[in-house]
């Protein structure tokens, strides 16, 4: 079993900094890709930001300079710094990792359960 476990989430103001975090625990041999997702109300979920096991990263036009992806690889950990917030960031954000469970060269997606933004304008 492997679980990811997203924190870090809240409500900010406009112009304010939050922090997630998502821990991966379980069967994990390594793992691939982690990414930042995001879905807001009515909308579709969106990549924000990814980041590969050597540490190559990926980000979303509208959260460029303003986001920051990194992770532990060391302890199956991501993050995402947020600063400089817009209310338009509000939305649940999923933690995503492609890993191989028992070092079988074989990758499977996982999924956090989310964790809620919230911008104050």
């Known amino acids: 079993q492997v679980q990811l476990v997203e924190s870090g989430g809240g409500l900010v103001q406009t112009g304010g900094s939050l922090r997630l975090s998502c821990a991966a625990s379980g069967n994990i041999f390594r793992i691939n890709t982690m990414a930042w997702y995001r879905q807001a109300p009515g909308k579709q979920r969106e990549l924000v930001a990814a980041?590969?096991?050597?540490?190559?990263?990926n980000y979303a036009d509208s959260v460029k300079g303003r986001f920051t992806i990194s992770r532990d690889n060391a302890k199956n950990t991501m993050f995402l710094q947020m600063n400089s917030l817009k209310p338009e960031d509000a939305a649940v954000y999923y933690c995503?990792?492609?890993?191989?469970?028992?070092?079988?060269?074989?990758?499977?997606?996982?999924w956090g359960q989310g964790t809620q933004v919230t911008v104050s304008s």
């Open positions: 995503y990792a492609e890993l191989d469970p028992t070092g079988t060269m074989r990758w499977y997606q996982y």
């Open positions: 980041i590969t096991g050597g540490g190559t990263t």
